[in-house]
């Protein structure tokens, strides 16, 4: 790891070019392995801000990072008391929405750029372009949206932590991202911005897979391969189980 940030720094030093600043960025992990037990993982995030000569880059800069998961099409239903009942009402499906997101920054995104950029950059989930499938009126997709959005933050899945980059000396920076245990698997992009003067100068990404290992590896193949042999075994299982707990409570 280690090794591998050095040579880039070492790369940079025969750049030659642009005025604008270089990011070299870095992940502590680039595999994270779902196993069984799997409560989350903490990912350190970190690089480096420098001009294309490997120089330390001139003036300040502040550090906005994206991590975001795989996207989904996501149904989104409310509920509504009927006679007493929770019962499911009005639905919106959205199209591509991020299984995961989170914001990390050195500053408050707000005192970094305008509505205009953070909207291009989608920098932050008031800014998440989450597009329902069909027509739907403006209010409605909104409620829906601040619904869904509010629901992936209850779950830890959607996340936003202002003033948690940390930057040293203008030039190395670096910010803590959790995943959650309920994570899904796939590939996971991670972009970093430089802002300066409300304008973005500078990106770069990285990317963390995430996958299952060992028998919930084996569980997840078969349930998208196999569906019959794993419904199959799924339902030995259960009457296996069912079968097991009826005979220990005779014994007691």
């Not at 604008?20 to 069984?36: G, K, Y």
């Not at 027509?135 to 409620?143: C, F």
């Not at 991670?190 to 963390?208: L, N, Y």
Request: proline share 4%; hydrophobic share 50%; with cysteine.
């Amino acid at each position: 790891m280690i090794a591998r940030f050095a040579a880039l720094l070492l790369a940079l030093l025969l750049c030659t070019g642009a005025r604008n600043p270089i990011l070299v960025p870095e992940i502590s992990q680039h595999e994270i392995q779902v196993r069984q037990g799997f409560t989350g993982a903490d990912l350190l995030l970190f690089g480096a801000i420098l001009t294309p000569e490997g120089a330390r880059a001139a003036g300040d800069y502040d550090i906005v990072v994206l991590l975001e998961g795989p996207a989904r099409s996501i149904v989104v239903r409310e509920k509504r008391k009927v006679a007493g009942i929770w019962v499911n009402a009005d639905s919106t499906e959205f199209r591509s929405a991020p299984s995961f997101y989170a914001l990390a920054s050195s500053r408050p995104v707000a005192a970094l750029v305008d509505g205009k950029t953070a909207a291009i950059y989608e920098m932050g989930l008031k800014w998440l372009q989450l597009s329902p499938v069909g027509v739907i009126d403006p209010v409605e997709q909104k409620r829906f949206s601040d619904g869904l959005v509010d629901l992936m933050r209850r779950q830890a899945l959607y996340q936003e932590n202002e003033n948690a980059v940390k930057i040293s000396g203008q030039v190395l920076y670096q910010a803590r991202i959790s995943l959650p245990s309920s994570v899904l698997t796939g590939t996971y992009t991670a972009e970093t911005f430089a802002v300066r003067d409300g304008r973005v100068v500078a990106s770069a990404i990285s990317r963390v897979t995430v996958r299952k290992e060992g028998f919930e590896r084996l569980v997840a193949y078969n349930a998208e391969r196999n569906g019959f042999l794993y419904g199959l075994f799924a339902v030995i299982v259960s009457i296996s189980m069912g079968w097991i707990a009826g005979r220990l409570f005779a014994l007691v």
